[in-house]
């Protein structure tokens, strides 16, 4: 029986696709593409380098770079090789790659320049198991470490025989890839994922969403997480699809227009930002085009909301849709470089179902995933035809989800962690029979379908000793398009408030008392909906945004709470200095 691991199906593209476009990647101002066979080509000889530079099976590597070829090269080549790689946040700081690098005892590293490698050399005495460092194509020669060239140059002593004995000793309960978490509340651990993990959530991600032919995608989010990674390395290996890597996050909207991707998947903040732009465009259309746009939103409402439900589309308004698509919609689509887009997902945290809407009234509908690193990425997901707003989708086929009595989702699958890297205490608090404790609250709907409410250590009880989850309050003040982050405080007070940054696309549009009549209308709204103690008193708007570099927000773009409260301690003060 021929073996399932993402190293075998990897081998196989050569064999099936070998003259199909595996990756391009921008030289020279030109995209290059590279075949299956040669990038296969590639992995191979990069992974007869590692045994050549003494990497033992369950040897790790860590990498600390942007999304490049040689990112996914090197991972592969550690799984062929029987080893793990631990991906590195490109914005960790020398402390925080230092952790890493050490905690998961790295034999390599690859780094992508020379502001990443003095991030490793700056503690490298301290780093006992680390024995070579490699820098990718084009970084600058340093004596400290060896350039990607003269690393491939080390396979000349190991053959063929000798990496496919390490392919044959793979396991399927072996660990393939460390997950270190972005440590919204202490340092990062390990997340251990095995070859089976990976194997068999790429798979069933690919029966839910649909196989199709000529797969394109455009890799741009940091391959540190597991949801770009099945994105970039796992999902493109078992289907021999073809990734663009994208040259930088500013020039995503001109690599989107390059590439016009069939699949994409952002981040919140990704959709968000796109939505303020795009919101600030229509509403200067003026005159018939007005209309013309109003009339073309309404008909994609009402045609994705039949498609979500998976209810047929009346002949007219099938009519309405394709002069719409003809006249307005199909060019929209062209000018993003979403016009091939079939699958469009966001995931990571949650999304405001305004957001959601809108790109639907533009026929993109966006499809909400849920999950987390220790499940190897989704728990549910909403698909065509079974998609509910403000929902996260009905759990994956495969995979078990419950309620516990506190209102903690718990999962279990063959998706479901090895537990954590050298940390048996938190692996025993977080693995239970065999259940992963998600840390998130939630509920069924009566069709099935898992609501998110709440972060279980993010809970705010008050004075009064209510329980409130702040999530979904602040996604609700989000929903206003000149809020860029909602922080609602509360715990141990005896009323909450929040404090509010103002999206940088938008920021320029009201400002002082406008402003703040404009925020505080949104809070009004949002207050309505909720009970007595749960609405937001006051608010405080921030003079800036946060950020990844001030400490504010984790790599992944989720709101790191502690810190937010230590830097602001003077402005959430002052808004308790009085009684509400």
């Given at each position: 029986?021929?073996?399932?691991t993402i190293?075998h199906?990897?081998l196989?593209q050569?064999v099936?696709k070998p ?13 290059q593409?590279t075949?299956w066979r040669?990038?296969?080509?590639q992995i ?16 790790k590597?860590a990498i ?5 070829p ?13 080893g793990?790689?631990?991906g ?12 890493i ?5 790295a034999?390599v590293?690859l780094?992508e ?5 003095a991030?490793v050399?700056s503690r490298r ?8 460092i490699?820098?990718m194509r084009?970084?600058?020669a340093?004596?400290?470490?060896l350039s990607w060239e003269?690393f ?11 990496l496919?004995?390490?392919i ?13 978490t972005s ?9 251990m994922?095995?070859h089976?993990?990976?194997a ?8 839910v ?7 394109v ?7 540190s ?7 970039t390395?796992?999902?493109?290996a078992?289907?021999g ?10 020039k995503?909207a001109?690599?989107?227009k390059?590439?016009?991707p ?9 959709w ?5 732009v795009?919101?600030?465009?229509l509403?200067a259309v ?9 009339w ?9 909301a039949?498609?979500?439900?998976s209810q047929?589309i009346?002949?007219r308004?099938g009519?309405?849709?394709a002069?719409?698509h003809r ?6 689509k ?10 469009l997902i966001?995931g990571?945290?949650p ?8 790109f639907a ?5 966006i ?5 987390q ?13 079974k998609?509910?707003?403000g929902?996260?989708?009905p759990p994956?086929p495969?995979?078990e989800?419950k ?18 890297y050298k ?11 065999g259940w ?8 069924f709907?009566?069709d099935?379908?898992?609501?998110i ?17 702040p999530?979904n309050?602040?996604?609700?003040i989000?929903?206003s398009?000149?809020?860029g982050?909602a ?7 005896k009323?909450?408030?929040?404090l509010?940054?103002?999206d ?7 400002v002082?008392?406008e402003?703040?009549?404009?925020i ?6 949002v207050?309505?909906?909720l ?6 008193k006051?608010?405080?708007?921030l003079?800036?945004p ?6 504010e ?11 937010v409260?230590q830097?602001?301690?003077r ?10």
């Open positions: 029986m021929a073996r399932d190293t199906r990897l196989s050569a099936e003259s199909t476009i595996a990756y391009q990647a921008k030289v020279n101002d030109r995209w593409p075949t040669v990038f296969v080509d191979r000889t990069a992974a007869r380098d590692l045994i050549g530079l003494g990497f033992a099976r369950g040897a590597v600390l770079g942007f999304n490049r040689e990112w996914v090269i090197l991972d592969h080549a550690s799984m062929m090789a029987g793990a790689c631990a590195i946040y490109t914005t960790c700081s020398a402390d925080e790659v230092h952790y690098v050490d905690h998961s005892e034999h590293v780094v320049d020379a502001g990443q490698l991030k050399l005495s301290e780093l006992p198991h680390l024995k070579h490699v820098l084009g970084a600058a340093s004596p400290d470490a003269d491939l140059a080390r396979a000349e002593g190991v053959t063929e025989q000798t496919d004995a390490r044959d000793a793979i396991e399927d309960a072996d660990l393939a890839t460390l997950i270190y440590g919204t509340t202490g340092p990062p651990k390990g997340v994922l095995s089976e993990n990976l068999w959530t790429s798979r069933t991600l690919i029966a969403g649909g196989k199709r032919d000529e797969e995608s455009l890799s741009y989010l940091p391959l997480h597991i949801a770009e990674q099945m994105a390395i796992h999902m493109p078992s289907v699809s073809t990734v663009f890597f994208a040259e930088s996050l500013e995503i001109d690599n989107l390059d590439c016009r069939t699949v994409f998947f952002g981040v919140p903040r990704i968000e930002k796109f939505h303020a795009l919101a600030q465009k509403g003026t005159g018939v085009k007005k209309r013309l746009v109003a073309a939103r309404k008909v994609c409402t009402e045609v994705n039949l498609r979500d439900r047929p009346p002949r308004l009519v309405q849709y002069i719409v006249l307005v919609i199909g060019k929209l062209v000018a993003l470089g979403f016009d091939r887009a079939a699958v966001s990571a945290a999304i405001a179902p305004d957001v959601l809407q809108f009234s533009l026929d993109l509908p499809r909400e995933i849920y999950g690193s220790e499940d190897t990425g989704p728990t549910s997901y909403n698909l065509p035809g998609t509910r707003l929902s996260v989708g994956l495969g995979i989800v309620i516990a009595q506190d209102g903690e989702i718990l999962v279990r699958g063959p998706n479901v962690f090895l537990g954590y940390e048996p205490e938190a692996t025993a608090e977080s693995l239970k029979d992963l404790s998600s840390g998130d609250l939630g509920a709907d009566h099935g379908f898992l609501t409410t709440g972060r279980k250590k993010e809970i705010i009880i008050t004075a009064g000793g209510k329980n409130i989850a999530k309050i602040e996604a609700a989000k929903e398009p000149l809020v982050e922080v609602v405080i509360g715990d141990r007070r009323f909450l408030t929040c509010i940054t103002i940088d696309t938008v920021a320029n549009l009201l002082g008392n402003l703040r009549t404009a505080q209308s949104q809070i009004d709204v207050n309505k909906s009970a007595r103690v749960e609405q937001v006051k608010f405080a708007i003079g800036k946060f950020g990844i570099d001030t400490g927000l984790t790599p992944t773009l989720k709101i790191k709470r502690k810190v409260a830097l602001y301690a402005e959430i003060e002052a808004m308790y200095a009085e009684e509400a």
